[in-house]
C-alpha cells in the first residue's frame, strides 16, 4: 500500500474508537477474510469478520457498521441478496462487493442495489484501501446530505405550520372585525336584525352550489356579513318607518352601496369585499344602482349578493310589511332569470331551495 492511500486510511479512521468507522468483511473464505482485516487494521483496530450472510446478519443485529466488504457468491444466501437486503434496513451502511469472477452482468447487478464499489480477487492492498477510503467519504457525505435534507424538511414544516397558525390567527381576527362591522347596521335598524347574516349564508351556499373556488366562496361569505355597512350613515327613522317611503329618502338608503365602498376600499382584503359591497344592487339589465352596470360588468359575487339580497329581504319581515315568504321570493327571481337577474346565480338559488339543501335560518 503507498503512503497516500495509507494516510487517507488514517484520516478517516483517526479519532477515538467511537469515531472510527466500523467495518465487516464477509467471506466463505477464512484465508480471504483475514487478509482484508490485516489490511485495514489502522491504530490497533480489527474489523469484525462473518463466514456467511447468515453470520453477518447476526452482527448486525448487535451494532451498525458503515461499510460491509462482501464475496459475491458464497454458500447459502449469495452476497448480492445479502446486500440488496442490508441496503434496504440499513440505507446508511456502504457497501463493495469482492469477488474472484470479472464478470460485468454480476458487477452490473452490483451497483444496481447501491453498492460503492467491485474489486476482483485477488487484490491489491492499495486497490482494496483506495476503493474502502472512497466508500468511507462517498457515505459520509451522503450520510450528512440526508441528515441536512431532513433537518431542512423539518425546518420547513415548522415554519409551514408556524404560518398557518399566524394565518388562521389572522383570519379568526379578520373574520371578529368584519363580524363587529355588520352587527353596527344590526344595531342602529333592529327591524332586519340578522338581514346580513342570513344573505351571508344564502349566498354562501349559491357559490358553493355554482362550484367557486374556495377563495371566492369565503369573499362571498364575508361580504354578506357586511354588505349593508353604508346603511350607517342612513338615519334609522328612515331605516324603521313603518309606512311608504319619500323619493328623497329612497336616494339617502340609496347611497348606501357607495358608501359602503369607501369604507372598505382602503382595507385590503385578499378578497374584492369592497367591489361587491358597491355593486350588490346592481342588475344584469342596467336597471340597478349606483353606477347602473349590466351583464358581465357586474362581478359575479356581486350577482350572487344581488339574488340572496332579494330572496331574504322578501322572505323575512320588514317595518313596511310582514313577510312574503320564500315561496314568493323564489317566484321573483325565477319571473326576473335573465334579465333582472343572473340564470345561473338564480337557478343555483332555486335548486338549493327545493332540493331542501338549505334552509333560511331564523
Same mark, same amino acid.
Given at each position: 500500500m ?9 484520516g478517516?479512521?483517526?479519532g =477515538?474508537?467511537?469515531d472510527k ?5 464477509v467471506?466463505d ?9 490485516? +489490511?485495514?487494521?489502522v491504530?490497533?483496530d480489527?474489523?469484525?469478520l462473518?463466514a456467511?450472510?447468515a453470520e453477518? &446478519?447476526?452482527f448486525m443485529k448487535?451494532?451498525?457498521f458503515?461499510?460491509?466488504l ?5 454458500p447459502?444466501e ?7 437486503y442490508?441496503?434496504f ?5 456502504a457497501?463493495? +462487493?469482492?469477488?474472484?469472477v470479472?464478470?460485468p ?15 476482483i ?6 486497490e482494496?484501501m ?9 457515505r459520509k ?10 433537518n ?5 414544516l415548522e415554519? /409551514?405550520? /408556524?404560518l398557518?397558525? /399566524?394565518m388562521?390567527d ?11 362591522m355588520g352587527?353596527t347596521?344590526e ?23 355554482m362550484g367557486?373556488?374556495?377563495?371566492q366562496?369565503e369573499?362571498?361569505r ?5 354588505h349593508?355597512?353604508?346603511k350607517?350613515?342612513?338615519p334609522?327613522e ?7 317611503i /319619500? ?6 338608503i340609496?347611497s348606501?352601496?357607495?358608501v359602503g365602498y ?7 382584503f385578499p378578497w374584492?369585499?369592497a367591489q361587491?359591497v ?7 339589465d342596467? =336597471?340597478?344602482?349606483?353606477?347602473g352596470?349590466s ?10 349578493m344581488a339574488?340572496?339580497d ?5 322572505a ?5 310589511r310582514p313577510a ?11 319571473k326576473?332569470?335573465g334579465?333582472?337577474?343572473d340564470?345561473?346565480?338564480?337557478? #343555483?338559488?332555486? &335548486? ?6 338549505f334552509?333560511l335560518? #331564523?
Open positions: 503507498n503512503n497516500s492511500a495509507c494516510d487517507r486510511m488514517k478517516i479512521l483517526k =477515538s474508537d467511537q468507522p466500523k467495518i465487516m468483511i467471506d473464505e477464512e484465508p480471504v477474510r483475514r487478509l482484508l482485516g490485516r +489490511m485495514l487494521k491504530n490497533g480489527t474489523c469484525t462473518a456467511n450472510a453477518a &446478519r447476526a448487535d451494532q451498525k458503515d461499510l460491509i462482501c464475496d459475491v457468491r458464497m447459502g449469495s452476497g448480492i441478496d445479502f446486500i440488496r442490508v441496503l434496513e440499513y440505507p446508511e451502511t457497501a463493495i +462487493m469482492v469477488t474472484a470479472d464478470d452482468d454480476v458487477a452490473e447487478a452490483a451497483l444496481e442495489i447501491g453498492a460503492y464499489g467491485y474489486i480477487k485477488p487484490f491489491e492492498s492499495n482494496v483506495i476503493n474502502v477510503s472512497n466508500a468511507l467519504r462517498r457525505l451522503e450520510v450528512e446530505n440526508q441528515r441536512h435534507r431532513k431542512l424538511e423539518k425546518l420547513v415554519r /409551514t405550520q /408556524t398557518k397558525n /399566524t388562521n389572522l383570519q379568526k381576527a379578520m373574520d371578529g372585525i368584519i363580524e363587529a352587527l347596521v344595531i342602529r335598524d333592529p327591524y332586519t336584525a340578522g338581514h346580513q347574516r342570513r344573505v351571508a349564508e344564502i349566498a354562501y351556499a349559491i357559490a358553493i352550489e367557486l373556488s374556495k377563495q366562496i369573499g362571498v364575508m361580504a354578506g356579513v357586511i349593508d355597512i353604508g350607517m350613515t342612513v334609522a328612515i331605516l324603521s318607518k313603518p309606512g311608504k /319619500t323619493e328623497h329618502e329612497f336616494g339617502i340609496k348606501h352601496p357607495e369607501n369604507i372598505l376600499k382602503k382595507i385590503d374584492p369585499i361587491i358597491y355593486q350588490h344592487h346592481e342588475r344584469m342596467g =336597471s340597478g344602482y349606483p353606477q352596470l351583464g358581465e360588468d357586474i362581478l359575479l359575487e356581486a350577482r350572487i339574488v340572496a332579494v330572496v331574504e329581504a322578501m323575512s319581515h320588514r317595518p313596511y312574503l315568504g320564500i315561496d314568493i321570493a323564489l317566484e321573483e327571481i325565477e326576473n332569470k334579465g333582472v337577474y340564470p345561473e346565480v338564480v337557478d #343555483a338559488c332555486l &335548486r338549493i331551495f327545493k332540493e331542501e339543501k334552509k335560518g #331564523a
